[in-house]
């Protein structure tokens, strides 16, 4: 069964970074697209970033971008997500999940799986 | 980005059917095949139940079923169960590697 599992979140003070981390297993990592989609507490899910199985094309919502970076290591089997100069509203839990295919925009199949998230709380 | 546009809330009785819309623009919904749903419950990941409009995972129950008309995408729970009680999401590929998600909408089972 294909499984994700995020890690590296915690409590940051504002203006602070981290790195979250997305470990996959029992698929081949590499001939997939991934995404990041955040939650905010008691609110709805939000798109954050996208990048491609080579890691060649990536993009961000615009409540992120300049300030989050998605990355991927596919010998490692890992996505990650650098976020800086974090802001209170960047508190949430971070969801990774997987495309159907290798493209950016490749949302035949919808995001399956999603890993059980990590949570980043911004507060001083 | 605007979020695409969902009840708040929606309830019905068992054994009944409803309906959750969801409402974007032709840059979203209304310009590709391409909208999922996705049912969340409360400390746990989202799982799709839909994708392209109308298309069911293998393995997922019949009582789901998705629709589109012009931008306007929509979940029909037929039947509905107490185990169906939980928030769903769409979603929806916005072109140029983005996409859109709903704004969320809470089913009760009364």
């Known amino acids: 069964e294909m499984q994700l599992l995020e890690s590296g979140g915690g409590l940051v003070q504002p203006g602070g970074s981290l790195r979250l981390s997305c470990a996959a297993s029992d698929f081949s990592f590499r001939n997939y697209a991934m995404t990041w989609v955040r939650q905010a507490p008691g609110k709805g899910l939000e798109w954050v970033s996208v990048i491609r199985a080579d890691g060649g094309a990536t993009n961000y919502a615009d409540s992120v971008n300049g300030r989050f970076t998605i990355s991927r290591d596919n010998s490692k089997h890992t996505l990650y997500l650098q976020i800086n100069s974090l802001r209170a509203e960047d508190t949430a839990v971070y969801y990774c999940?997987?495309?159907?295919?290798?493209?950016?925009?490749?949302?035949?199949?919808?995001?399956?799986?999603w890993g059980q998230g990590t949570q980043v709380i911004v507060s001083s | 980005q605007s979020a695409l546009t969902q009840p708040a809330s929606v309830s019905g009785s068992p054994g009944q059917s409803i309906t959750i819309s969801c409402t974007g623009t032709s840059s979203d919904v209304g310009g590709y095949n391409l909208v999922s749903w996705y049912q969340q419950f409360p400390g746990k990941a989202p799982k799709v139940m839909i994708y392209e409009v109308n298309k069911r995972p293998s393995g997922e129950s019949n009582h789901f079923s998705g629709s589109k008309s012009g931008n306007t995408a929509s979940l029909t729970i037929s039947g509905l169960q107490a185990e169906d009680e939980a928030d769903y999401y769409c979603c929806s590929y916005a072109g140029g590697g983005t996409y859109v998600f709903g704004t969320g909408t809470k089913v009760t089972v009364l």
């Open positions: 999940a997987k495309l159907s295919c290798t493209s950016i925009s490749c949302y035949q199949a919808g995001f399956d799986p």
